[in-house]
T-cell receptor, first 114, second 112 residues
Framework: NAGVMQNPRHLVRRRGQEARLRCSPM?????VYWYRQLPEEGLKFMVY????????ESGMPKERFSAEFPKEGPSILRIQQVVRGDSAAYFC????????????FGNGTRLTVT | QKEVEQNSGPLSVPEGAIASLNCTYS??????FFWYRQYSGKSPELIMS????GDKEDGRFTAQLNKASQYVSLLIRDSQPSDSATYLC????????????FGTGTRLTIIP
């Protein structure tokens, strides 16, 4: 499968635990984006990364959330000390370049905080 | 003013008719425009991309762009029940603002 791969598909965490979401971009893509979608709401931009660099994190909450895209391995979105309000679908997307190429989305990780 | 605005719908269209979806954006220097389809519980799927003024056709889909009016539209001809979904308009900014910003989506229902 050459598409964007996200795992896990479903993640259940208790309040206060940490959540780690992984994303491997499409083959040949080095630009990764993370979006959050609450039920019945639109896609909200969180962060845009290239290999080893955060390009735009204007949509990331200031606390508890972090993202990385190391030289080797998948991109990771990390949520520390999860709260019920973090329950959402988290989508990762990748693109071939910075400017004109469309984003291709993975199947998402559905995070449920109990 | 929202960066990307769409009518939330729902929009109901009889099978076989033309569905027309509209979108306006606020950043005048935006360069790239996309339409995505999202079925309930699924991820967004790219339908069309358009970069210059005018029409772009792909099968039953036509995207239209008018940069002077900051307006993008999507026409779906010969609508099918399988077209029932939420359609998301997305706009990519220019240098320094390359994130893709989405509208809230228009829910389309095709009535058999």
């Amino acid at each position: 499968n050459a598409g964007v791969m996200q795992n896990p598909r479903h993640l259940v965490r208790r309040r206060g635990q940490e959540a780690r979401l992984r994303c491997s971009p499409m083959k040949g893509h080095s630009h990764v984006y993370w979006y959050r979608q609450l039920p019945e709401e639109g896609l909200k931009f969180m962060v845009y990364l290239q290999k080893e660099n955060i390009i735009d994190e204007s949509g990331m909450p200031k606390e508890r959330f972090s993202a990385e895209f190391p030289k080797e391995g998948p991109s990771i979105l990390r949520i520390q000390q999860v709260v019920r309000g973090d329950s959402a679908a988290y989508f990762c997307a990748s693109s071939a370049d910075r400017y004109n190429s469309p984003l291709h989305f993975g199947n998402g990780t559905r995070l449920t905080v109990t | 003013q929202k960066e990307v605005e769409q009518n939330s719908g729902p929009l109901s269209v009889p099978e076989g008719a033309i569905a027309s979806l509209n979108c306006t954006y606020s950043d005048r220097v935006s360069q790239s425009f996309f339409w995505y389809r999202q079925y309930s519980g699924k991820s967004p799927e790219l339908i069309m991309s358009i970069y210059s003024n005018g029409d772009k056709e792909d099968g039953r889909f036509t995207a239209q762009l008018n940069k002077a009016s900051q307006y993008v539209s999507l026409l779906i001809r010969d609508s099918q029940p399988s077209d029932s979904a939420t359609y998301l308009c997305a706009v990519k900014g220019s240098f320094g603002n390359e994130k893709l910003t989405f509208g809230t989506g228009t829910r389309l229902t095709i009535i058999p």
